[in-house]
Each structure stands twice: as C-alpha cells, then as structure tokens.
C-alpha cells in the first residue's frame, strides 16, 4: 500500500485503473463513465433553490433532469479522493497561483483566479456543445471506438498543446 503515499502515480497503473472502471461502469450501470452532466445538474439543483418549480419546466433541465445521481457522486469522490491523495502523500498545501504559472505570468492572484473562471466557463461551454466531457469522449467514447469521440480526443489533445505553448511561450 505504499504506493498511496507517493506524490505521482504512474500512467500506466492509473491507465488501467481508469480502464477497468470503465468496464465496470458499463457493466453495472450500463452507461459510460462521464462526469460534465453532473456540473449542469448541479446548477440547475442551485437554480431550482432561486427560481423554484420554473427550472422544472425549462426543456434543458427536463432532458438531464435534476438530481443527485451516480455521475454527481462520482464528481464528489473525485473531489474527496484527490484530498485524500494529497493529504497521504503529504503534498497538500493551499495555492492560489501555481508555480509554473507564477514564473510564466507572476504572482497576482486575481489574474490567475479570472482566467481558471474564464477556461472553466470554456471548457464547460464546450462540454455541453460536443455532448459530453473529456471523460465522457476521451475514455468512455473511445472506449467503445465511437468515431466522434476518437474525433473529439484528438481534438482536445491539439487544442491543449496549441493552447499550452500560446500560453507560456508566446505570452509568457
């Protein structure tokens, strides 16, 4: 068990950790391991709380529909787990601005805090476009060799390094 406590996990190992998940998934649930649907669920369970029964009645909430589900658990264990990782390992530690991130741009901490809101509200956009999220695509979709989601992995490997080397090397 000492491999919980070390900082980095190897690839592999978590590769076929996040595979045989996966088959699990499918074969208990019977559908595919994905989590962006659960961050619209959950803001439509906080508009529900502001605007009462009219969230019910919009055609996109009533399509996902509302309510804590498997999905929205596995985003909450994914959020415990890393804790968990983080405090076993002994690499926890608050940090608004990341390391690399303070030596490309420095250390204001309200520029990093806009722009990981502005790329959250990107990557959520385009979650919600592309019908699902990198798990539900990258893994799930090619896991089942869909050629929209093979498509759409490639896609965000592109888009991630173009976006990475804009980012540090012609900005910062």
Known sequence: MEFLTTVRWSPYAVGVGIGILSWFTFLISRKPLA????????????????????????????????????????????????????????????????????????????????????????????????GGCTSGHGISGTLQLAVSSWISAICFFIGGILTAHIIFTLIG
């Open 35 to 130: 989590c962006s649907t659960s961050f619209a669920r959950a803001s439509g369970m906080i508009a529900k709380l502001f605007s009462g029964k009219k969230v019910d009645l919009q055609p996109y909430y009533q399509k996902i529909g509302l309510g804590v589900d498997w999905q929205w658990m596995l985003v909450v264990g994914v959020i415990f787990g890393s804790l968990i990782s983080a405090l076993l390992s002994g690499d926890f530690r608050w940090q608004w601005v990341p390391s690399l991130w303070s030596a490309a741009f420095g250390a204001n901490t309200l520029l990093r805090v806009i722009v990981a809101l502005a790329g959250g509200i990107c990557i959520g956009f385009g979650a919600r476009w592309a």
